[in-house]
């Protein structure tokens, strides 16, 4: 396997320092008090999402570094964009407010500052890490005038990816393609099963000792209406041997008194390796909670929480996201992002140092057929690229199993199911 260029555009070290009045400023009538008004920043690049982060304010004298400063959340440049982009510099621009983010009443609750402009090469990031800026620089023209700066650093550093895309919805079982520019070449197959039967639901010698993992509890004997449940996927290789699972050993159920599944009682998913030589020894990898709750986005949305069994999470979801019911939206696993940074992000807590995978999935009434994305260093074999493929079939289902009950759900997702189905 050969992985796809890609360029990770770094934006840290940002602070502010703001220039001394020179006489007493009343914060009520408009001016800029440093201790207790909060700035933030702005940045810019052309056909990119922009991206906001918080400035904490520097005291510090002359040229050396703030006490403080904070990290955005950067920029991913693909192979595509690489290309259209790499034979010219492309601009970051900055800007920097004084007020807090968002808007009031229609208008902008940030004062601008002023603003600056960083010039990247992307000509030399794709085999090398490089430097652009890394210092203060001056937010505004007038060279009489005492001004504000702002401190931050720009750099790239090559970050090379696989690329998978699901030849159709994972409940079609399809084949699943792994892509390197305009080349599609097969290399796993996805068998889905949605049988009602509780023991199908994970491989038959599943130990007991891994049912810790299992959030089931003894009302769920007791619950009425319906449920969805039974659901599985398996990823095999080209020669026929299954790689990587995902099973639902939670069922999703509707909460008392409404047509929903929500945070108190999610459904969940285990991703499963195989264990040793046979083919029926399987290990969990991680467990992936889902429920429908009002996200940021456009009302109801749907939320994840991955926790896995790698490292000392402790039971610590080290991964979360809310998506949007009608587009869908991005499942990323990502050491370099916090929390405050992206509705899609790793845990503040979380013990993965960088990017490990992303996930694109479509919302409600759409065709979807996933892409992942993996970090080169979390794949040393193609079992370690059929987990994410597993994890992402999972989320892709979840919002399937997270629909309204009142809905009807397609009939490839309904084998053995007593609900109605279009």
Known sequence: MDPCPFVRLIIESLALKLPQPTKPVAVASGGVCPTTTPCFCKLRLKNFQSQTA???????SGDSPP????????????????????????????????????????VNSGKLVGSVQVTVDLGVSQTRPAVFQDGWMKLGNDHEK???????????????????????EPECSPVVFQIQGNISQPIFSCKFSADRSRSRSLPPNFSNKNRGWMRTLAR???????????????????????????????PFVPSPGT????????GAWLILR????????????????????????????????????????????IAEATMSVKKGGLFCIDGRVSKSDSAASTSSRSP??????????????????????????????????????ALSAAIDLSMDACRLFSRKLRKELCHDEQDPCS
Not at 54 to 60: Q, R, V, W
Not at 232 to 245: E, N, Q, T
């Open 274 to 317: 195989p264990h040793g030589f046979s083919v029926s020894s399987w290990k969990p990898w991680g467990r992936l909670e889902a429920w429908r709750e009002r996200g940021p986005v456009d009302g109801l949305g749907y939320k994840f929480e991955l926790v896995t069994d790698n490292g000392p999470s402790n039971g610590v979801p």
């Open 54 to 60: 918080l400035l904490p304010l520097s005291n510090g």
């Open 352 to 389: 993965i140092k960088g990017f490990v995978m992303g996930s694109t999935v479509e919302g409600e009434g759409k065709v979807s057929k996933p892409m992942v994305q993996v970090g080169i260093q979390h794949v040393t074999c193609m079992a370690d690229a059929a987990l994410f493929i």
């Open 146 to 168: 005492p001004s504000a700066k702002l401190h931050l650093t720009v750099r790239t550093e090559p970050d090379p990816r696989f690329v998978f895309q699901f030849g159709g």
């Open 220 to 250: 769920e004997k007791e619950r009425q209406g319906r449920e969805r449940k039974g659901w599985m996927v398996m990823i095999y290789d080209l020669s026929g041997s299954p790689v990587a699972a995902a099973s639902m050993i939670t």
């Open 67 to 106: 006490e403080s400063s904070t990290s955005a959340a950067g920029f991913d440049l693909d192979a595509l964009t690489l290309r259209r982009v790499s034979s010219k510099p492309v601009t970051l621009c900055v800007e920097v407010f004084t007020g807090r983010m968002g808007r009031s009443c229609g």
């Open 259 to 266: 047509d929903r599944v929500s945070r108190s009682n999610p």
